[in-house]
């Protein structure tokens, strides 16, 4: 386990066998109140038992990459991808093939709506990709998801890297403004909520 900050809390890198934990930790943050994840599932039962194993298999496909980082006591996870790959998928055939055994079918033309949307408007221009931020929701509000941020925020100043996400509410999406991230559009699956381009250029060297 390697110390990487300590801004308000330890923060840390995984290992692979923590991935049941860490998809535990996203299926709980997004399972009630976030636009996105209950306009793509609206029924809660069948949230809950999708966004378990949905989450595994993105951290299983973000943990290749080295970028995804959880609080001392795995109350948090923040998930992102690399310049070099910023969308994490490196076979999209095989990711694709999982997804559509892992989401019920009723479900799954949103999942596509949605990927496919925000795939459209990836930027081009390199930057880290913040895909998820996560804490679980009693611990919510505590200065955990800002700790988690700063590793790779410090990161993007040292090299002089953007870096890029999509809030899904305008809550979370005023926790990024206070991160240096800049509101720059606005994505909306047809028939789904708004989500916000978040872009944030590296602090002046
Ligand atoms: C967003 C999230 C990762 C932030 O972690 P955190 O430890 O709560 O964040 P901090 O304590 O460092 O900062 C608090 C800010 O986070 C955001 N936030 C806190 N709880 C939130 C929630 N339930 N939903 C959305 N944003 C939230 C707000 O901007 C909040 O500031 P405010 O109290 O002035 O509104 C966490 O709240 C969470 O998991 N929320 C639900 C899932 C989510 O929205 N993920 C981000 C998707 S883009």
Redesign the pocket.
């Known amino acids: 386990m390697t110390a990487i900050s300590r801004v308000?809390a330890p923060v840390r890198k995984p290992t692979s066998a923590e991935t049941p934990r860490l998809a535990e930790v996203?299926a709980s943050?997004?399972q009630d109140?976030?636009p996105?994840s209950t306009w793509w599932i609206p029924d809660a039962d069948r949230r809950r038992a999708t966004l378990r194993p949905f989450f595994e298999l993105s951290v299983e496909t973000f943990l290749a990459h080295d970028m995804v980082f959880v609080d001392a006591d795995t109350t948090?996870t923040?998930v992102w991808g690399p310049p070099s790959n910023p969308l994490g998928v490196e076979d999209e055939d095989a990711f694709g093939a999982r997804l559509e055994r892992i989401v019920d079918g009723i479900d799954l033309p949103r999942v596509f709506e949605i990927t496919t949307t925000l795939a459209e408007q990836h930027p081009a221009d390199p930057h880290y990709y913040?895909q998820?931020?996560?804490?679980?929701?009693q611990?919510?509000?505590?200065?955990?998801?800002?700790?988690?941020?700063a590793p790779v925020l410090g990161r993007c100043d040292r090299e002089g890297m953007p870096a890029y996400?999509?809030?899904?509410?305008l809550?979370?999406?005023?926790?990024?403004e206070?991160h240096g991230f800049t509101f720059v559009g606005e994505l909306a699956p047809a028939g789904g909520p708004p989500?916000y381009r978040m872009w944030r250029e590296p602090a002046a060297r």
């Open positions: 308000a996203l943050a997004f109140d976030d996105v948090g923040v913040l998820w931020a996560a804490v679980l929701p611990w919510q509000g505590r200065g955990i998801g800002s700790a988690l941020l996400t999509e809030a899904t509410s809550r979370n999406r005023r926790l990024y206070r989500l």
